[in-house]
């Protein structure tokens, strides 16, 4: 192992393979799964605590508004879980009732989802028009 050409190939394999790992290891960190209401209640205490995705539809009335905090109830199959938003990024202009909406955080033991982040769409801008037109149109 004394030529340097080896050596060198034997550096850049290690290097290589370092990267990769801390490269899958960044990934599986930061990876949050997407679930709904109904998935999240069946899945019970083995998520509390954990950083999760969750997504339902926003019922209506039930927006709460507490100056930097937004308290909500997401629903999906006549399953019901009050969010509490405390996020840096501020609310979606799609956020209103009725709106289809993605949280990102975690089930507390209290029964609350806590969220670091909110996305919400509105149905009608992102779906064709009745008699399939294209949107916008």
Known sequence: MSNP???FAVA???LLGALA??????M???KAYYITVAELKRMGESVREK???VGGRVVPGSIQREGR???FVLEQDSETLPV???GRDPVPDTFVDHAEALVEGQWGADGVFHAQKLQAKCA???EPAEGGGSPGT
Request: aromatic share 12%; net charge positive; charged share 30%.
């Open 69 to 71: 905090r937004v308290r």
């Open 12 to 14: 850049i394999a290690i």
């Open 51 to 53: 950083r999760l995705r």
């Open 124 to 126: 009608s801008k992102y």
């Open 28 to 30: 599986q960190e930061s």
């Open 5 to 7: 050409k080896v050596k």
């Open 21 to 26: 790992w801390l490269a899958v290891i960044g």
């Open 84 to 86: 509490l938003y405390v």
